[in-house]
């Protein structure tokens, strides 16, 4: 039995047939109970459990330091964590490669850093921040945030936030040890973001390898 709270054209929760009423994040919404369960495996369902699956590894293993930071307070009707997903479906091609290019670690109206010129000496990774210019939204006291991702298996070597800010190059740890013959080899990609102090803008993001 279903109960309608808001009159006949209002939300509801319980069951009616195969239809099932319920909230999320205060939007009523309803779903259809599938009439069948299958497990189909044709080239492109396969194709896409493995995107979503990828997305979600590498979405869970940067959770706290970039994709909470970065989306949580700027998706729309949706959790940060799924706009991550959602906004980077692309990046894993259908070869079962990524994109580096077409991957995002945010989205936002400030215009994007650029990193480039990444030197190593064992941990110690130091990335010369490129800034945009003409940014009208930019502060000089915004937050400077950066992925460091093996090229292999998309693991981070380093994520979040970085003591410098807009203006500033970036001097991070990465974990384990690399030397700049692992940068030129390309088996490192490295993303920047800005955050607004208070947390109220973002910056698109860019990279470089």
Do not use: H
Request: proline letters at 4%; hydrophobic letters at 40%.
């Amino acid at each position: 039995m279903a109960k309608v709270r808001q009159g006949i054209l209002g939300g509801f929760r319980g069951r009616v047939g195969n239809i099932v009423g319920t909230g999320w994040k205060g939007i009523a919404v309803m779903k259809s109970l599938p009439l069948s369960v299958a497990n189909p495996r044709t080239a492109g369902q396969v194709l896409q459990r493995n995107r979503f699956r990828s997305l979600v590894k590498l979405g869970t293993s940067i959770l706290a330091s970039i994709v909470k930071p970065l989306w949580d307070r700027f998706a729309s009707n949706m959790s940060g964590f799924n706009a991550f997903i959602s906004a980077n479906q692309s990046a894993f091609q259908n070869n079962g490669e990524w994109d580096y290019a077409k991957l995002v670690i945010s989205r936002g109206r400030m215009l994007a850093p650029f990193p480039s010129g990444a030197n190593i000496s064992g941990s110690n990774f130091q990335i010369e921040i490129l800034n945009p210019i003409g940014d009208r939204f930019a502060l000089p006291s915004d937050n400077i945030f950066i992925l460091i991702l093996d090229s292999m298996d998309m693991s981070p070597r380093f994520a979040g936030q970085v003591a410098q800010t807009r203006g500033s190059n970036a001097t991070v740890n990465v974990s384990g040890n690399l030397q700049n013959t692992d940068v030129i080899k390309g088996d490192t990609v490295v993303y920047a973001a800005y955050l607004r102090a208070d947390g109220s803008e973002v910056s698109n993001s860019n990279y470089g390898v």
